[in-house]
Every structure is written in C-alpha cells, then in structure tokens.
C-alpha cells in the first residue's frame, strides 16, 4: 500500500491537472469571443455607415445630422423609423426622448407634406437643443419638443418616474417611438409608456422600442405583450436592438 503522503500528493497533483485543464479552456473561450467581437466590429460598423449613407439618400438631407454614437439612436434604427414614416404616411408621431430620430422624423413628414412629431423630453437642455437643430435643418413646423419632466405615476402597484402627458395632442397616435427615459432613472424605466400611451394608439398604430437587446427591454417586451395581447411583436436587425409591435391582422 503506498504511503498516506504519496496518495495526498497524488490526488494533490491530480486537482491541479483538472485546474490547469478548467483555466486553459476558458482561455481558448475567451479568445474565441476575442476574436468573435474582432471580426463583429468592423462589421458593424460597415452596417452603420450603410445606413448614415441611406438617410442621408432617403432624406435628401442638405446639413449633416447630429452624433449618432454614444446614447444617440443608431442609424440602423433610425433608417428603420424613416422607411416606416415615408410608407406609412403617420399622421401624429410620438417619441420618448428627443434628438436625432425627431430631426428625421421631422424630415419625414415634411417630404410626406403631412402630419407632426410630438417629441417628450425631460432634459431642459437637451430639449433646446433638438429645438435648435430643427430650427437649422428648416424642420420645426414639422415637429415640437415637449419639455415633459418625469413625474411619479403609480402603475401596476409600483411608482414610476415618467414624462409628463399634459402636452401630448389627445387624438390618436399613428407611430411611437420609445427611447427613453434613460435605463438610470430605474428599472425597467420605458415600462410605462405601454399603459400610458398604448391606449392612445390607433388601428393601425405601430410601436419601435430601440435598445430591444438588453435585459430591461427583454422584460418590458414579456410585460407588455402579457398586458396587450392584440400587440404583435417582431424584431429588426439593428445594433442595439430593435422591436417592434403593432395590432393583430383582424
């Protein structure tokens, strides 16, 4: 029998192979997914330039438009809304959170000869900043930007901090566009605009929720659809996600 000594540096021994075994695959792993995001980027970023280049060719645009990196809406989903308003003709848009998708909406409408953007936003500054872009692009008799403050509003059995309504047209909204609050002000913070705003849309109403891939959406997405049923929803391709719902064929 060997000695109790030599079996413990044995298993000792052993431990570590299966340790060193364990690390090694998780590095080939990590380089894997290193290597992955390395071919992704450059890819991504093509898609994106692709689709700077599509508004600027759908919009006819004659000024450049403003960042769209960062926390700004990306391309791909913006040349997602633009086809939407050129084809649908909306008449009253609504958006949660002003910026670079209220400047193309805009410029939607004016190209469609109708209807109006309604642009919620809760930051003062940003608010007269948006105002100032339309204002170089020709574009603000084509939308408004509601300064809209969060304010608490109990849904659900929860507080929520969320835009406040009281500017908002009365009349039915024929395209929706959810991109804020931003994901600090709490969990799950775009929730509200289903309760608050679903109810407002018309028959042929269609909703685009940007940022669709990340954990909080995933979960307004589940709660929603549980809330309203008749709301079909599909995905877009876009770089940080795209959903998108509107009524059930009758």
């Avoid at 692009?137 to 608490?152: N, R, S, T």
Wanted: include cysteine; charged fraction near 20%; glycine fraction near 6%.
């Amino acid at each position: 029998m060997l000695p109790y000594t030599i079996i413990s540096l044995l298993c000792l021994a052993l431990l570590l192979g299966m340790y060193n075994a364990r690390k090694t695959r998780q590095v080939h792993v990590l380089l894997d997914q290193v290597h992955d995001q390395a071919h992704q980027q450059p890819v991504t970023l093509f898609r994106q330039l692709e689709a700077l280049q599509g508004l600027y060719v759908e919009l006819a645009l004659r000024r450049s438009l403003p960042d769209t990196r960062g926390w700004a809406a990306s391309p791909d989903f913006l040349l997602e809304l633009v086809r939407h308003a050129r084809s649908a003709v909306p008449l009253t848009v609504v958006e949660c959170s002003s910026g670079t998708s209220t400047l193309v909406l805009a410029r939607c409408m004016q190209l469609n000869g109708a209807g109006k953007v309604y642009s919620l936003e809760h930051d003062l500054q940003y608010a007269e900043q948006t105002r100032q872009q339309l204002h170089l692009h020709g574009l603000h008799g084509w939308a408004e930007v509601l300064y809209a403050p969060l304010q608490p509003h109990s849904l659900a059995g929860e507080h929520w901090p969320w835009y406040g309504l009281a500017d908002v047209p009365a009349g039915g909204i024929d395209m929706l566009v959810i991109d804020g609050p931003p994901q600090g002000t709490r969990a799950q913070a775009r929730f509200p605009a289903g309760p608050l705003l679903f109810p407002r849309l018309s028959d042929n109403a269609v909703v685009f929720l940007d940022d669709a891939s990340r954990p909080d959406e995933q979960a307004i997405l589940q709660r929603w659809q549980q809330d309203y049923p008749e709301l079909l929803r599909s995905s877009r391709q876009c770089e940080k996600g795209c959903a998108v719902l509107q009524r059930r064929a009758r």
